[in-house]
């Protein structure tokens, strides 16, 4: 079945706009109507109010509502209505004061924690700190400061808040950052701030929209208790705060005003944080739950080859030894001693069982070792370039552009909240500059190159619309988008059915041969392997048992290894005769034998395999790591 199968369903999906997301929850519907029409009544209240905020009708002191007064009056003949649209102004500037204040510090600075070490080093502890500082007593000297300027204190209450939130934001972020399409990106070249804003933020808006939401009702509770206590607008203004403190001094003659003054209050607390619940619900099933829309046809895109100079050693690895650092503080190697050359429009497969460190060497030479995992031996030159010698930034700016990773998981490695367009779009734009239009362009123009039917629809599908398949030719496109030398290919087959395997197999040796980049290519199925590379290396325990031209490898082992593995491989057994599987397990890091680390497993060891380490045996051209003779192919057939 072709790629065309794959395409053939599916429909690209549309989501509705937030405003109408919205409004589909009655409550959040309720709350914005309220707060809309609070804003539009405080900005609007010379126009609106019936009376004039200072307006005094002494012969309807503290009245209960009537036609003239449809909130009644306070103690000096004031219009209610009047005064708590006029008091709204200073409570709703005070509001959205402190909530940019808050969020501006604590945005940028959660983000900054969850995605660098060494800012999290600096940023928990301040929080912790600033956390214990008492707010009401910073308030208050504020206040005395600044002559009780009610938006200084304001702005201090959203620096005063913004630790807490800034903990929302670093854990909301750090669950975000483990995500697989996010260091798909890191690989693709995307810098930090353009993970930070474009990956991390998009998906946790709905827990810091809730927790501002919590800061404005703070915010405006705050702000009325200060005007309570006349610490805040001056007399005679209007505040809220400041008619709750005349209501409650006239409780004794008349009840009513309290109503209306603290009710507009409350009401407005519950409105911000049904809002805020609103649109956190509102935002997360802009990505989670798409529905169907309708889409124009679209046309099949001219391919575009990327050129590539020819090198010959375009990535040499010398010796390469990655370590963890253990329990005792000392280095546990779980990759030794790896050497291997990779030229252009070569394909090199690295071969093995699960924990043989194929996986571990492959992120070395990409620079994204996991945690607590370094370079201790040896060197990686790409391009004649010694990679380990290379800063951070030097060594980022070789990924996506100079060296390219597709991963068995493409479907982990894609943002759901991105089109497939979007995510090619981005890639183009940071390797290459492009403005938006042209990105999209190139990015319709990848799809076609890694033979997408109908790449314009597939531009606009979303990740969960794709087939496995699609889901891969959607990566590998990503990976082309800066022009790269080296693919570094990571089981690319293992998640799909055996007639996609093929098809991805043949686009990844047609890209090769069109675009003349090298390929690294990082799998366990020798069928695979033998069907692309034109030279392996078998690894085991960390270590190359043997390399050399594949069909020589398959052909005539010079490995005990390589023999179990391939007398194990069901597409190169015998009908109706068993398989061989060896017996045992690959060993752990830190529990390697002194000799050969397959020693344990190896139908033909010897005293002398276990007493010292085994050096590679054989030719540069084919060798083995392994002191029994090479086995020759009458000895074979015997």
Request: hydrophobic residues 50%; neutral net charge.
């Amino acid at each position: 079945m072709t790629a065309i199968t794959e395409a053939a369903t599916g429909v690209p999906t549309g989501r509705p706009g937030l405003a109408r997301r919205l409004l589909r929850r009655p409550l959040a519907a309720g709350a914005l109507l309220y707060l809309v029409t609070v804003v539009v009544l405080a900005v609007f209240a010379p126009l609106l109010a019936p009376y004039g905020p200072q307006e005094a009708d002494l012969t309807r002191v503290l009245a209960t509502p009537s036609a003239d007064h449809w909130l009644g009056t306070d103690s000096l003949g004031r219009d209610v209505a009047a005064r708590l649209m006029f008091g709204a102004r200073p409570a709703l500037l005070g509001v959205l004061v402190t909530v940019a204040v808050a969020a501006a510090l604590a945005v940028p600075v959660g983000l900054s924690a969850a995605l660098a070490r060494g800012a999290d080093r600096v940023v928990s502890p301040l929080v912790d700190l600033l956390m214990s500082v008492p707010a009401i007593v910073v308030l208050l000297m504020v206040l005395a400061t600044f002559d009780q300027q009610l938006l200084a204190a304001m702005a201090a209450l959203g620096v005063l808040t913004a630790p807490g939130l800034v903990r929302v934001v670093r854990a909301a972020a750090l669950t975000v950052a483990e995500e697989p399409y996010v260091a798909a990106a890191r690989v693709y070249g995307v810098g930090r701030v353009g993970i930070a804003l474009r990956h991390v933020l998009p998906r946790i808006v709905g827990p810091v929209l809730v927790n501002l939401a919590l800061v404005a009702a703070t915010a405006l509770l705050t702000e009325t208790g200060l005007n309570f206590l006349g610490l805040g607008v001056h007399l005679p203004e209007a505040s809220w705060g400041g008619m709750v403190a005349d209501a409650s001094a006239v409780m004794s003659r008349q009840n009513w005003m309290l109503v209306p003054t603290g009710g507009v209050v409350a009401c407005t607390v519950v409105a911000l944080v049904l809002l805020g619940d609103g649109v956190r619900d509102a935002t997360a099933e802009g990505w989670a739950r798409p529905v169907a829309r309708a889409r124009r046809p679209s046309r099949v895109q001219e391919e575009s080859r990327v050129p590539v100079a020819p090198s010959d050693a375009l990535l040499s690895v010398d010796g390469l030894t990655v370590a963890f650092t253990g329990a005792d503080g000392r280095p546990v190697p779980v990759v030794e001693d790896v050497s291997f050359e990779l030229r252009a429009g070569e394909t090199l497969g690295i071969v093995g069982e699960s924990g043989c460190g194929k996986t571990m060497t492959g992120r070395a030479v990409l620079g994204l070792l996991p945690a607590g995992a370094h370079v201790t031996g040896g060197s990686i030159r790409i391009g004649g370039t010694d990679a380990t010698a290379l800063g951070r930034r030097e060594r980022a700016a070789l990924r996506g552009s100079t060296i390219a990773f597709v991963s068995q998981e493409p479907m982990a490695a894609l943002d759901p909240l991105f089109t497939v367009g979007s995510h090619l779009a981005e890639a183009v734009r940071v390797h290459t500059g492009a403005g938006r239009a042209d990105a999209r362009r190139r990015a319709v123009q990848l799809l076609d190159q890694v033979r997408l039917p109908d790449p314009d629809r597939v531009a606009r599908m979303y990740p969960h619309q794709l087939s496995g398949g699609m889901a891969q030719r959607v990566a590998i496109a990503i990976a082309l988008a800066g022009g790269p030398r080296l693919l570094i290919a990571d089981e690319p087959t293992t998640a799909l059915d055996v007639t996609v395997q093929a098809e991805i197999l043949r686009l990844l040796r047609t890209l090769r041969e069109e675009t003349g980049m090298a390929i690294l290519l990082i799998s366990h199925d020798w069928g695979t392997v033998g069907e692309l590379c034109e030279r392996t290396l078998v690894m085991y325990a960390g270590q190359v048992v043997e390399s050399g031209p594949t069909a020589e490898v398959v052909a005539s082992p010079r490995h005990p290894y390589s023999e179990g593995l391939l007398a194990a491989n069901p597409q190169l057994g015998t009908p109706g005769t068993a398989l061989r599987v060896m017996p045992g397990g690959v060993p752990a890091p830190g529990e390697w034998p002194a000799g050969c680390h397959f020693a344990a497993r190896c139908p033909y060891v010897m005293d002398a395999c276990v007493t010292h380490p085994i050096a590679m045996a054989g030719t540069a051209e084919h060798g083995g790591r392994c002191l029994r003779p090479a086995p020759t192919k009458a000895g074979r057939d015997g």
